[in-house]
């Protein structure tokens, strides 16, 4: 067995859980390196394979060289556990051969202190740590942030959304999907007009999709996890306050529980085990003409991707939910950042990148290279474009939605939900029971962490 296929095993596949290993052990087999970095020009960035990951970061590099004679960039990409691999055993190791590295923020807690802290480099160029800080909402930016400090440049923007077919809800008379109540509805109308095209999620109960979809409707609908699960916390969990109160047996959380079990049973049974790129490939193939998942997918308005219903699709801000609905409170957010080692030989060169990078001067080159910025000024500004439609929902969602878990516990919180969800789409048991069998497993889990 390969040592990435253990990792992932062991962490059940998790980005989270194979730095959690890696961290905890010290001592797992490196993999290869990159080569010594021979010169201050030099820098090796590490990311994963993708457009929003990979090809921003290649179109950036391309520019930044061009504007800067000299100057090398690697892009070195590797798959999503040897990537987590990789930044887990360079930071243990106090390894120089990395520059910068493509960071999710769930990450940041266990990892800042082996990364380069970023408040004087912002304050060094005022101009654009203002343009950076005014464009990128607080909501979102903090996530990349520790006690205050800032420990990235926020990369991209992502977040969940809805997303439907205009040309079939014109033609049916269907109103915008803004609330779950509306989904349902506009879901039994169209099973009845094409069987199974009605809803579709992200779903998958190997990978937290479940877990994340129900989280994100729990804070559509008012609720939290806990107590203390607010916006400024960002995902943690303050050791000296804890948790507070397990609320995921309260009022709103049984009526988000309530519409994922009447959803799943109008939804299109591929849901329950489906990916994102399933989802996006069921709108391009005419399966699907309404869902709820990530923002990921601008290629389904891009005309080279989509061909037949680029111009039809439409993306909004996740959909509210219950009798009090609150629109800056819809979803989940989540997206990477580009942070520097502390052992890294090229600080400042590597920072100055990272503002390249998220500049408006790169915009064109970062977005054409499949990447979704996380400046809502230029996400707005670009989402006035068909192709780029989505761009103004990511706007609204990346300030809007729930944060990400940034609690050592987090991997194991996703999975509870996950499963008891699980149980409640399939049937196995009711809206009640999983909610309280969901609540009595994540105070076990809790109480073991110190947090009650």
Not at 3 to 16: K, N
Not at 61 to 86: C, K, W
Not at 247 to 276: C, F, K, T, Y
Request: hydrophobic share 40%; glycine share 8%; proline share 6%.
């Amino acid at each position: 067995m390969s040592d990435a296929v253990f990792f992932q095993r062991r962490a059940g596949m998790t980005r989270r859980g194979v730095l959690d290993t890696a961290l905890a052990l010290g001592t797992v087999a490196v993999l290869p390196a990159a080569p010594a970095i021979a010169q201050t020009k030099k820098l090796v960035v590490t990311t994963m394979p993708g457009p929003r990951w990979e090809g921003a970061l290649r179109a950036s590099a391309v520019a930044y060289q061009a504007a800067n004679p000299g100057t090398e960039i690697e892009i070195l990409v590797s798959p999503y556990a040897e990537h987590y691999q990789r930044i887990g055993t360079s930071l243990i190791d106090n390894s120089s051969d990395f520059d910068l590295h493509l960071f999710d923020p769930v990450l940041i807690g266990q990892s800042y202190a082996k990364l380069a802290p970023l408040k004087d480099l912002f304050d060094s160029d005022p101009q654009w740590r203002d343009y950076y800080i005014n464009g990128v909402p607080y909501f979102y930016r903090g996530s990349w942030d520790w006690d205050g400090m800032p420990y990235a440049v926020v990369h991209d923007a992502n977040c969940m959304m809805t997303w439907w077919r205009s040309d079939v809800f014109q033609q049916y008379g269907l109103p915008e999907p803004t609330s779950f109540e509306t989904v349902l509805s506009n879901a039994k109308i169209l099973n009845d007009k094409k069987p199974d095209s009605g809803f579709m999620t992200c779903a998958g109960r190997t990978q937290w999709f479940l877990g994340m979809t129900f989280t994100g409707m729990l804070h559509a609908f008012g609720g939290r996890w806990y107590e203390n699960d607010v916006m400024d916390a960002f995902g943690r969990i303050d050791p000296a306050k804890g948790s507070g109160a397990i609320l995921l047996d309260s009022p709103e959380a049984l009526a988000a529980a309530d519409m994922l079990r009447q959803l799943s049973q109008v939804w299109n049974g591929a849901s329950l085990n489906a990916l994102e790129f399933e989802n996006a490939e069921a709108f391009k193939n005419d399966i699907s003409h309404q869902q709820v998942m990530w923002s990921g997918f601008m290629t389904l308005q891009n005309p080279k991707e989509n061909p037949k219903y680029h111009a039809d699709m439409i993306s909004r801000d996740f959909p509210v939910g219950g009798p009090n609905p609150d629109p800056t409170r819809t979803g989940m957010k989540g997206g990477f950042g580009l942070s520097i080692p502390k052992m890294s030989k090229n600080v400042e060169l590597a920072f100055d990148f990272a503002k390249f990078t998220t500049s408006k001067a790169n915009a064109e080159n970062f977005i054409k290279g499949g990447g979704q910025p996380s400046n809502v000024e230029l996400l707005n500004w670009y989402g006035e474009q068909q192709e780029y439609q989505v761009f103004k929902s990511i706007a609204q969602g990346i300030a809007h939605g729930h944060h990400l878990a940034q609690f050592a516990e987090g991997p194991q919180l996703f999975q509870i939900i996950t499963q008891h969800m699980g149980d409640l789409a399939t049937g196995a048991v009711g809206t009640e029971e999983a909610c309280a069998n969901m609540k009595d497993e994540v105070e076990t889990l809790f109480r073991r962490a110190g947090y009650l």
